[in-house]
């Protein structure tokens, strides 16, 4: 039963990919990247600010760093993801997103001052190759004569960002509690976005956008990191962040499903083999791997 807190995870972050199709089409991505922190922080604000006010001069000599960490993490890459929605599909945003593992890996050489093994090479070309080969719709070689969709290059940009965003969160190594982390950048965040949000046609939600708001600020950002936290604490974060694999594989069965995306055989192949390529390179990193702060759109 224990092993049911990730796979709970698992299913809440990749519904949240396909909220985030369906979000593109009743509300505007500015928009819904403000409510959706927003609302969490609200729910969030009587468990963690106490805790943050008695621990402030703890906190305090960190806010450049989490500031940082919330404008890579949650303000960018989280906007991001919203506006690729709007021309790309959930099933290439979440094959997409399954790059973060690996790219985490190499982004660690610089960053943490960690060396790759060949294991990480050999499955960074494979998920490269298969994501070219989801891209090109089984054409690897697609990006010489076509240009690759504005929401897939952005939904690559949020990734690497997030990826960033994960190593410098395992580098800088601040002394606080997950939830005191997650609160103080969903802060930052809010912060960040309330002038995006101002430049948005119509400030307030519309009636059809309130359930996906609701979803996503209440079970992608408060109840999935809590399970998140609880499985790391029970099953440790080795195997935790396995089931991170599985995230793919449940966002594009949901997109299937919900909104009636076509598999194609390119999807299946090419997500194959990035799954395969992620996996790989974990195997060297399995004694201390880089497990983000839960995020919905990594996500």
């Known amino acids: 039963m224990i092993y049911l807190l990730p796979l709970i ?60 960490l919330a404008l890579l993490g949650m303000a960018l890459n989280q906007s991001l993801g919203y506006y690729a929605a709007l021309t790309t599909s959930a099933s290439n945003m979440s094959l997409i997103s399954s790059l973060v593992p690996l790219m985490s890996v190499f982004l660690s050489v610089p960053l943490l001052g960690k060396s790759i093994s060949k294991l990480s090479i050999i499955g960074g070309v494979l998920s490269l190759t298969g994501l070219a080969y989801m891209l090109g719709q089984g054409d690897i070689a697609f990006f010489m004569h076509q240009e690759i969709t504005q929401g897939d290059i952005m939904i690559l940009i949020a990734s690497a960002l997030y990826a960033t965003y994960c190593v410098l969160l395992k580098r800088w190594k601040m002394p606080l509690s997950s939830w005191t982390l997650v609160y103080t950048q969903g802060s930052f965040a809010l912060l960040m976005l309330t002038p995006l949000w101002l430049t948005s046609d119509q400030l307030l939600p519309t009636e059809a956008s309130i359930p996906m708001i609701g979803y996503a600020s209440l079970a992608a950002s408060v109840i999935a990191p809590w399970l998140w936290i609880r499985s790391i604490d029970a099953i440790g974060a080795d195997s935790s962040a396995m089931f991170m694999n599985l995230l793919p594989v449940v966002a594009v069965s949901l997109a299937a499903t919900l909104l009636g995306e076509t598999v194609h055989s390119y999807h299946l192949i090419g997500g194959l083999m990035v799954i395969t390529g992620v996996i790989l390179s974990q195997i060297k990193t399995s004694r201390k791997p880089i497990t983000p702060i839960p995020h919905p759109d990594s996500i």
């Open 9 to 68: 995870t698992v299913f809440i972050w990749g519904g949240n990919i396909v909220i985030n199709k369906m979000a593109s089409e009743v509300i505007e991505p500015s928009a819904m990247s403000f409510y959706r922190w927003l609302i969490a922080i609200v729910i969030l604000t009587p468990f963690c600010l106490p805790k943050v006010i008695r621990r402030w001069a703890s906190i305090k000599p960190y806010l450049g760093k989490l500031a940082f």
